[in-house]
């Protein structure tokens, strides 16, 4: 959360072999797509649980599952301004009072026990977005649990966490002070790690097999200065199961998947945050919206923009925080984000993230039908994103060679000689002829049902604007 080429028909034409040095071990998550069902609610999630299984994804990630500020009289908006008959803020539920599972937003604790019961049965796996880094802007709203569980509310801040960071890339001020109104905890102490361990436990217990944490750049590392009150900077050894706290160990750390959202910026320790969880790779979504904005395929897209193996990396084309908050990626087309997806899942490396936008949005709507909890809209299930998932699992751990055509209107991904996908940017019918590792012979495209022959290594076809031909 954030507030605030070959030479004749390529551009470019880069071998397997260019990434395997790096993406030797992207074995982990190389056949796995995540969604994120973003703002729908516990109940929702489970009712759309086999076709999210029958899409192609391995995760389901939901938004945040704690006791929440309940803001605007509990109105269930995605957003409302003053004038909105309906209230709402999609954002109170990243506001915690309290560390228990359960919130007006989202269900109960036994909703979200069906939620991942039914994730059981379809052999989908649950990741919960978690938040310890900060309470509710009112933190009077914090409720007597938590604050007697810490020794009394002034307990529960670091020294520094109602000091509005003013210095993002000092590490002191990022680690320990105020972010966007939100009072910062004090994640060392031992008895809100212990107080904090009990709630993801209870999580695990109840069926989830992951977690994504929120603003993971302002929880200090080992290497980081020490808030006046903290002895240790020993947080993600707790919530990574290399240390328990007060006799309490966090539950099956070796088949979790854990993941932090660390936006790049200067001076984050991407290496050191690598030790402990997986990372987003903010800046790599960046460059792809880009590419896709200007209808061209680029040498930036060959590069992770990371410093961390992309076996360690979750990806994506837009997130939750560049749709809602600034609308960075709201603008683009659903046929955009589509075309980028293909792309992005037809690779090797990273393990990518789909976020399902509201129902009914558009380019002049963003907030849709604008109800928290309900189902976002059906591009999580379009016919081009099940068979990209699907291109995904059957491609797990084949080679990849990315190409373009000489414009970068068209770019292909073959994976070893299983498989190519191909890709029009742009927003116009374009022809292309591209080498393939792809065997000679006659293909059927999964989405068209058309007939493509390879020939001497070379493939040829044409493609309407963003649209995409996959072949397995």
């Not at 994504?212 to 002895?231: F, N, V």
């Not at 959202?261 to 997986?278: C, H, P, T």
């Amino acid at each position: 959360m954030k507030f605030k080429f070959f030479a004749i028909a390529t551009l470019i034409a880069i071998t397997s072999a260019s990434f395997e040095n790096k993406a030797a071990n992207a074995t982990k998550n190389s056949d796995k797509v995540i969604l994120h069902a973003w703002s729908w609610s516990f109940n929702t999630i489970a009712k759309n649980m086999k076709d999210i299984a029958n899409a192609g994804y391995d995760f389901v990630q939901t938004s945040p599952a704690n006791t929440c500020y309940i803001g605007e009289n509990g109105g269930m908006a995605l957003f409302s301004t003053p004038n909105d008959s309906i209230k709402g803020k999609w954002y109170y539920y990243y506001q915690p009072t309290d560390w228990k599972i359960g919130n007006y937003m989202l269900g109960t604790r036994n909703d979200f026990k069906a939620m991942c019961d039914s994730a059981y049965k379809y052999n989908v796996k649950i990741i919960v977005d978690v938040l310890p880094n900060h309470t509710a802007i009112d933190h009077s709203a914090v409720l007597p649990d938590l604050d007697n569980a810490v020794g009394g509310h002034e307990n529960l801040y670091h020294a520094n966490g109602f000091t509005p960071i003013t210095k993002w890339n000092d590490r002191m001020e990022c680690t320990t002070g105020e972010m966007g109104g939100l009072p910062d905890v004090n994640t060392e102490n031992p008895n809100f790690q212990y107080y904090y361990l009990q709630y993801i436990n209870d999580l695990i217990n109840l069926g989830a097999r992951g977690f994504r944490y929120d603003t993971a750049k302002h929880i200090g590392l080992p290497s980081d200065p020490l808030d006046p009150k903290s002895e240790r900077n020993n947080f993600w050894d707790i919530a990574t199961g290399r240390e328990g706290v007060k006799g309490l160990s966090l539950l099956m750390p070796d088949s979790l998947f854990i993941y932090g959202e660390v936006l790049q910026d200067k001076n984050v320790k991407e290496l050191e945050y690598a030790e402990y969880i997986d990372q987003t790779a903010s800046n790599y979504g960046h460059v792809l919206r880009k590419a896709i904005e200007n209808e061209t395929f680029n040498n930036d897209l060959l590069s992770w923009h990371h410093p961390v193996s992309p076996d360690k990396l979750v990806t994506w084309v837009e997130s939750h925080d560049t749709y809602c908050n600034a609308h960075e990626s709201a603008g683009m087309t659903d046929e955009q984000i589509r075309a980028a997806w293909v792309f992005l899942s037809a690779r090797k490396g990273g393990t990518p993230l789909f976020f399902s936008r509201p129902a009914g949005s558009t380019r002049q709507n963003y907030w849709g039908n604008n109800k928290v909890g309900e189902r976002g809209n059906d591009e999580f299930k379009h016919p081009t994103i099940i068979t990209i998932n699907h291109f995904r699992k059957a491609m797990k751990n084949q080679p990849e060679q990315i190409t373009a055509t000489k414009d970068g209107v068209i770019v292909a991904v073959s994976r070893g000689s299983k498989g190519i996908a191909i890709i029009n940017f742009s927003n116009k019918d374009a022809k292309y002829t591209l080498p393939t590792t792809l065997n000679d012979g006659k293909y059927t495209d999964k989405i068209s049902g058309s007939i493509i022959e390879v020939a001497n290594g070379t493939i040829k076809g044409k493609l309407a604007p963003l649209e995409a031909t996959i072949i397995y």
